[in-house]
C-alpha cells in the first residue's frame, strides 16, 4: 500500500493531558511514522505518514484523545509525502 502524510491541528482541552504522548503511543501501535508537538495557541499539531488506512485510524483516536482530553476540531491537510524513521514528540512551538 502506498504511503501518504497528512498534517492535523487539534484543538480543544489537549495541552496538558498527556495528548502528545498518547498519540506517539497510539502512532507506535498503528505502525504511523511523523511528530507531535503542542502549539503556543493552545492547539497540538501532528505530521502523520503511513498508508490511507493506518492514517484514518490515527484521525478517528485523535478525536478522541487519551481520558482528560476534550477534543473540539481536527483539521485535517494534505501535504506532500515525507519518511520518518519514527514517531517523535517534538518540541513546542
Known amino acids: 500500500m502506498p504511503l501518504i502524510t497528512r498534517h492535523f491541528f487539534v484543538q480543544g482541552r489537549v ?9 506517539q503511543r497510539q502512532a507506535f501501535n498503528l505502525g504511523v511514522t511523523g511528530w507531535v ?12 505518514t503511513a ?4 492514517i484514518k485510524q ?10 482528560h482530553a ?6 485535517v491537510e494534505e501535504t506532500e509525502l515525507i519518511h520518518f524513521a519514527n514517531f ?6
Not at 508537538?37 to 502523520?48: H, I, K, Y
Not at 498508508?51 to 493506518?54: V, Y
Open 15 to 23: 495541552q496538558g493531558v498527556s495528548y502528545r504522548v498518547s498519540t
Open 37 to 48: 508537538r503542542n502549539l503556543t495557541d493552545g492547539r497540538v499539531e501532528v505530521l502523520a
Open 51 to 54: 498508508t490511507s488506512e493506518q
Open 58 to 67: 490515527l484521525e478517528g483516536w485523535l478525536w478522541q484523545g487519551p481520558e
Open 70 to 75: 476534550e477534543v473540539v476540531t481536527v483539521e
Open 88 to 93: 517523535e514528540v517534538a518540541s513546542t512551538i
